[in-house]
């Protein structure tokens, strides 16, 4: 049995000699690689916080001392050390997630995975068991470099130094990158500690002459490093900005030393007041494809050849990120005044080739939204057209920025939101289901949602041809299906896909939901029921075409990828009602409940949208009616069929 199967919880950890727990380290690097090669998910940023996730158990008594992961990606050897290691499903349904998750562990207590968020978190916690008596426990935070580039870090910290009577210990996990190279001034000043060569040898120096002392020389070495400006401080001043704050500063560590790790965390644990520990960390350590990825050194993999790294069955399709990446190069050469912004995800959004082609056109602002939406304000009253490119679920956090600093200001802002709709593995936290729903009640604002790769070329040209209200185009995570031509292109832009029969369903689909509306649609035709399928594009405000098919049909059905409640759907019934139009409407969408990891097709068929079960749930609106049948018609698929007393209506 190797070590690492040993190991069903943390207080398994405490009996292992040093030379044990250095093995231990490197089979959950072996595990951490297999694993996560067969599966994909944060490879890079788990294969550096193993000796500190190691050190942290050790010293500390999860679940009575809660630990919050800062964020979460990080936590893979947490899960580990906590008796999950069972990896073969990771990030599938009924499989471990790829974030802490309370339903699996009582060692889990944060499940969002949206960073900066954990030292406020450490914080109220602190406080609660102090108020409620509970002072043998302690709280850790592992917060990464990158989130420090975030607001609620330095907010936390403010208010963590007005009440020092608690136990409360900042890890600070610096590795120097977020997902990418973390960037900023506090990310310079980190980076002068990291490479301060006086403050490399002297560490080195220090920490080797002190341990051949002996137990005695160890208990100086702690004091020495312990001190509030501390003898090695004194070369990086890291103790007097946090000292600054009446937080005791310990470091910096070497990340990948587990007596020193032991050691500055036991003094920390001893000290009865918060406590930063600065840890120096290698991401993806002892990998070399991942030390070799200059890109985010295996920050998140799909599947991958653990001897090479290189990806397994990828594949050549165009995917929506890199059709709006090319999108935003072309206008980049046609007008100056386009610019782009992204919080700490250059290259996930797309904007890598732009800022290449254009590096000072490109702001990349770290960890923080809600200064991204605000400055792009700014940039718009000077005169440019900022482009905020960013994932749709870190969208929530600068709603307000979006309504007070750019609508109300009637600002040209285009907002690209990548991985909108359902993103499948990365469970409840990553799914950018709440977009349409929450920036629809923005006054002024325009939101497209292209349903093919042409559509978002022309819907981002029109987009950014707006100057006085912020725009937003909208598009899914992975491969871009193939285009869909429309058969005729309304008056105000809306495409009708489908027509056929009477004028009995409209179908208006929203963005990639064209296609499961076309599918419908056939199904509908083969039970006699006439449809047409059409695709506003820009579906806020409502297209006055749609309110015009909506008249002349018996059922209007929207089908979005967004929680129903509030979405798209809701938007268009009030626009009729409103017009005086009756026609009866059916929004389909996602419940307004946080939704599991598992892929986008189990995630929409267990929300009914597929189209066996809409076109069924149809014909039993329509026809009144509906009867089984044995097995499914060969040509069209369908699992049921009309009664006798419908053929009449079969025939129109």
Known sequence: MSLLESIHGPRDLDDLSVPQLKQLAQEIRDFLIENVARTGGHLGPNLGVVELTIALHRVFDSPQDPFVFDTGHQSYVHKLLTGRQDFGALR????????????????????????????????????????????????????????????????ALNNISDDNDRNLVIVVNDNGRSYAPTIGGMARYLNRV?????????????????????????????????????????????????????????????????????????????????????????????????????????????????????????????????????????????????????????????????????????????????????????????????????????MNRAFDQVMMDVALHKAGVTFVLDRSGVTGPDGPSHHGVWDLAMLQLVPGIRIAAPRDAARLREEFDEAIAVEDAPTVIRFPKGAVAADQPALERLADGTDVLWRHGAEDVLLVGIGPMTQLAVAVAERLRAQGIGATVVDPRWVVP???????????????????????????????????????VDTAVDELGLPDEFIDHATREQILEDAGLSAAKIAQDVVAQVLGTRIPVARPSADTGAIWTVSPQDSEHQER
């Open 194 to 394: 990291r490479t301060t060569e006086q403050y490399e040898s002297l560490r080195k120096g220090s920490a080797s002459f002190f341990r051949k002392l002996g137990p005695a020389g160890r208990a100086v070495y702690r004091g020495v490093r312990g001190g509030t400006h501390g003898f090695l401080s004194r070369f990086t001043n890291n103790a007097a900005l946090y000292s600054n704050l009446d937080i005791k500063y310990l470091g910096p560590i070497d990340g990948h030393d587990l007596e020193a790790l032991e050691e500055t965390l036991r003094l920390a644990k001893e000290y009865g007041a918060p406590a930063i520990v600065h840890v120096i960390t290698e991401k993806g350590r002892g990998y070399e494809p991942a030390r070799n990825d200059e890109a985010d050194q295996f920050h998140a993999v799909g599947k991958i050849d653990p001897a090479t790294g290189e990806p397994l069955g990828s594949s050549d399709a165009e995917a929506w990120t890199d059709v709006f990446s090319d999108a935003l190069v072309a206008a980049g050469e046609r007008r100056a005044d386009v610019i782009a912004i992204t919080a700490a995800m250059l290259r996930p959004t797309g904007l890598q080739p732009f800022a290449q082609r254009y590096p000072d056109r490109v702001y990349d602002v770290g960890i923080a939204e809600q200064h991204a939406v605000a400055s792009a304000a700014g940039l718009a009253f000077g005169g440019l057209h900022p482009v905020v490119a960013i994932y749709a679920t870190f």
């Open 92 to 155: 599938s349904r009924g499989g471990l997630a790829g974030y802490p998750q309370r339903s699996e562990s009582e060692h889990d207590v944060v499940e969002s995975s949206h960073a900066s968020s954990s030292l406020s978190w450490a914080d109220g916690i602190s406080r609660a068991l102090t108020r409620t008596g509970r002072m043998d426990r302690h709280v850790i935070a592992v917060v990464g470099d990158g989130a420090l580039t975030g607001g609620m870090t330095w907010e």
């Open 542 to 580: 409502v297209q006055p075409s749609i309110v015009k098919l909506a008249a002349s049909h018996r059922l209007v059905i929207t089908i979005e990828d967004g929680i129903r409640v509030g979405g798209v759907g809701t938007r268009v019934r009030q626009v009729l009602r409103e017009a005086g």
